[in-house]
């Protein structure tokens, strides 16, 4: 593919909806074109604002948090596997108030106890804090929300 026709493309993809230069240079490979031309491209998108890592790790921290129910430790990791640079990361995570949210993460971890087939309360408290922290919270925080399920949860029964 010749420069004008991936520039054209890149920016097209990058109109439809947020994208890194990691996705970008990702793409970039898939249509074969070569090391120089696609810095080209790149820069011409990072100039033109077509690509903006800060904006781009805000939206996608907002979004994961939101709609994906992850928490801060699971969407610094994805951004870090997209090579986002840290401070774009803390600033995107600093500005996503949802993975702050414990109710969000209580009403996660209520709605998973009530499908978890566990033997006794243990296995229970353990299956519900290996499921908070695959979402990417923090044991403390997992922890104490599952104190307070368990505590309700074995008043009922």
């Known amino acids: 593919m010749d420069t004008k026709k991936a520039l054209d493309r890149a920016q097209w993809l990058c109109s439809q909806s947020e994208k890194c230069t990691f996705d970008i240079k990702k793409k970039l490979l898939q249509w074969d074109v070569d090391e120089m031309a696609g810095r080209k491209i790149i820069d011409a998108l990072l100039e033109d604002g077509f690509i ?66 566990a033997k006794d309360s243990y296995d229970l408290k353990t299956k519900l804090i290996r499921f908070g922290m695959s979402r990417g919270f923090e044991y403390g925080r997992v922890l104490g929300i599952v104190e307070k399920i368990l505590s309700t949860y074995l008043e009922n029964t």
């Open 52 to 117: 903006d890592e800060s904006r781009y790790a805000t939206s996608f921290a907002r979004e994961k948090a939101r709609f994906n129910k992850w928490g801060p430790k699971k969407i610094e990791m994805a951004l870090r596997a997209k090579r986002i640079a840290d401070e774009h990361i803390d600033i995107a995570l600093s500005e996503s108030a949802e993975h702050s949210n414990d109710d969000m993460l209580r009403e996660l971890l209520t709605s998973k106890a009530k499908t978890i087939k």
